[in-house]
Structures are given as C-alpha cells and as structure tokens.
C-alpha cells in the first residue's frame, strides 16, 4: 500500500472512531438518566427527547463513517492488487520464457475483495449496534416520546418505527408516518440498514434478511481490522 493510500485510511479510520465516541458519549448519559429515575423524580422530558435524537442522528453517522472506512479500505486493496498485477506482468515479459512458457496468467488471481469489520474495544462495532439501545425499550418515557409504534428496540439502532430488517421491504411508507422527527431521511435510514445487514451477511451468521438479489459474493471474504 502506498503512503497516500495509509494516510486516506489513517484519516476514516479516526472519523470512524470520533463518531463512536460520540454515540458512546449519548448512550452512557442516557443510560445514566434513565438509572437515575425514580418515581419523585422522572427524567425530563426535554432532555430524553434530545438524547433519543441525538443517538437517532449519532447512529447513522456511526454506519456512513464505517462504510467509507470499509470503501476506503477497499480502495486499497485494488490498488494493491492492480501494483502486484503490474509487476507480475513486467516480471512475466522480462523473463526469457516470456508468455510461452506455460507460466501462470497474471489474470488468474481471483481473490474477492475482502468486507472489512471495524473493530471497537475487540468487538465488531456494527454488530454491537444491533443489541446496544436495547435497554431504551424498557424507559416507559422513551416509548411514550417514540410511539406506540416502536414495537422493538432490538435491532433498531435508528430508534424509529421500523428495525434494520424492515427496509428491505417496499411498503414502508405507513409505518414512518409516525415517526416523531420530521427530518428523517428514509433513502438514507435505508443505506444504513443495508451496511448492518450487509455485515450481518458477511459474517455469515444466517440471520441477515438480506433478500437473495442484495447478497454479494464478490465481498464475502470478512478481514478483521
């Protein structure tokens, strides 16, 4: 990898993780005002509904900051692989067998480009997502801000009606009617959902509903950072 290639990761790699930070920061002080609640003395309303969204908006930072890492990443490796492709083929014309010889086609590596996890504290960031905000499911304060609508808090790290594994269908338009912010971008909930689901397949665990036309082979080799 050439220096300009590790430098360009270097700098997603540290947005990756300020935005962790960030997320991490909103859960802890939610966590703390929701343990803090007592039956005198009910968190404020205001500042739940600030903290639900700001994890709303922390959560999908989180996912476009690690699918630009992973890009990035991935950037790399062609690069890599096309600098290996280059010099095999000066090697290959220098050599006095030449392409007659019977060695191997340059062309022939076939190696897919590898998915890359991020990983925080060990653990594989997308995935902790997944299961991370399952505890806002238990504040009667939050599911009164959210809705009745939010059936679930396990998977659904965007804190909206609809978990991960609901943007893969075509009818969700009556379900986000009710969502509480008006800012919502639902194109862009929907990318996100992808990544999480897209590692989710990667990781091979067969619990991704990745419809059979979204799976991609050509990155199904998972490479822990």
């Known amino acids: ?16 993780l300020q935005n962790i930070y ?17 039956a005198n003395h009910p968190p404020q309303h205001q500042r739940v509904q600030r ?11 989180v996912v476009e900051a690690i ?26 014309k220098e050599s006095p067998v030449g392409n ?9 590596d076939v190696r897919p480009c590898p998915f890359n996890v991020f990983l925080w504290k060990g653990q594989n960031y997308l995935r ?24 679930s808090f396990h ?6 009606p609809l978990g991960i594994d609901d943007f893969g269908g075509l009818t969700i338009a009556p379900k986000m009617k009710t969502v509480v912010w008006k800012d919502v971008n639902v194109q862009r909930v929907r990318r996100a959902a992808f ?19 979204d799976r991609r082979e050509e990155v199904s080799c998972a490479c822990l950072r």
């Open 51 to 61: 903290l639900l969204y700001g994890l709303h908006n922390a959560s999908l930072a």
């Open 100 to 108: 007659h010889g019977g060695g191997e086609d340059v062309d022939s």
């Open 1 to 16: 990898m050439n220096g300009q290639g590790s430098r360009c990761s270097d700098a997603l790699a540290d947005d990756v």
């Open 155 to 160: 998977r659904n790290p965007f804190l909206l």
């Open 67 to 92: 699918a630009a890492w992973n890009m990035g990443k991935q950037d790399d490796w062609h690069r890599q692989k096309n600098l290996e492709i280059h010099h095999s083929s000066r090697e290959l």
């Open 195 to 213: 990544v999480l689901l897209l590692d989710e397949y990667n990781r091979k665990e067969g619990s991704s509903q990745l419809v059979p036309s």
């Open 22 to 38: 960030d997320r991490e920061a909103l859960i802890e002080r939610l966590e703390k005002l929701f343990q803090n609640q007592s």
């Open 128 to 151: 902790k997502m997944l299961s991370d905000l399952d505890f806002v499911g238990d504040s009667s304060e939050a599911i009164s801000f959210l809705g009745s609508g939010t059936t």
